[in-house]
């Protein structure tokens, strides 16, 4: 799959790794059905924005993480999908919007993703991210794989971070 590092690498946790689509469970199963992917927000990290502990933690367990159990107890290909997302350009650079769609886009087409029903699960930016996606498919009629990411979008769960009031 494309060479990428699986989230069972303890290595994971490096930014640099952590870019494009990155398969979590369940993704090799072609009778599958359908893909549940993860984008992150502003700030975000693909793996460590939907795991309930900081990597820096003593008790750190890479795959004591919901993702994981999601994939477990569903038949379904569970990703994460990671880009650049600096709040502030002193914390890194950051791509264009359009640029990161097109890539998550290209990521898609290079996995195969288009033959199940799709669902995105997304934080702050990633939902504007997928959205981005989504009409940048839309703007390529002809290309039936770019098409199809269309054809099989099923919606998307827009997560958001809320304190807790008793």
């Not at 999908?81 to 087409?109: H, I, T």
């Amino acid at each position: 799959m494309s060479g990428k590092k699986s989230p069972s690498d303890p290595q994971l946790n490096c930014d640099s790794d952590m870019a494009g689509l990155i398969p979590v469970s369940g993704c090799e199963n072609p009778n599958r059905l359908g893909d549940v992917i993860f984008v992150h927000g502003l700030a975000g990290h693909a793996w460590n924005t939907w795991h309930w502990q900081n990597p820096a933690d003593e008790n750190y367990k890479r795959d004591n993480c919901w993702l994981n159990w999601l994939g477990g107890n569903l038949d379904v290909g569970v990703w994460t999908f990671g880009y650049s997302a600096a709040r502030l350009r002193a914390n890194g650079s950051v791509m264009p919007l359009f640029d990161q769609a097109s890539n998550l886009l290209d990521d898609l087409e290079n996995f195969g993703i288009g033959r199940h029903p799709i669902v995105f699960a997304t934080h702050s930016m990633g939902g504007l991210l997928v959205k981005k996606m989504l009409s940048t498919a839309e703007n390529f009629p002809r290309d039936k794989r770019k098409k199809a990411v269309i054809e099989y979008y099923q919606g998307n769960c827009f997560l958001i971070n809320s304190p807790c009031r008793l």
